[in-house]
């Protein structure tokens, strides 16, 4: 259905979930296994609500940015640094 065609149209999927064991990101990965290499888990797990910040660092160091991404203080400015990355 929709999510085989999600994965199917994407490289890399990145799926934010806020537990220690990644329990989505595990069951996609079962059900689909052909595509279980292009799931990537954000877990963030502090029990606090998850910042856009947060995120978005999990996400360029798996992209391998984090070397080369500016770092700024804001959530915002983050997000705008990692929209012009992958842009």
Known sequence: GEVRQFL????KVFLVEQNRDGQMVQI??????EYAA????????DGLPATAGEIVQ???ARLSFA???QVVRTDA???ATFLNIVA
């Open 28 to 33: 996609l990965r079962d059900e689909f296994p």
């Open 77 to 79: 400015q983050m997000t």
């Open 38 to 45: 292009r799931i990537h888990p954000v877990l963030i797990y």
């Open 8 to 11: 199917a149209n994407h490289e």
């Open 67 to 69: 070397a080369n991404a």
């Open 58 to 60: 999990q996400i360029m």
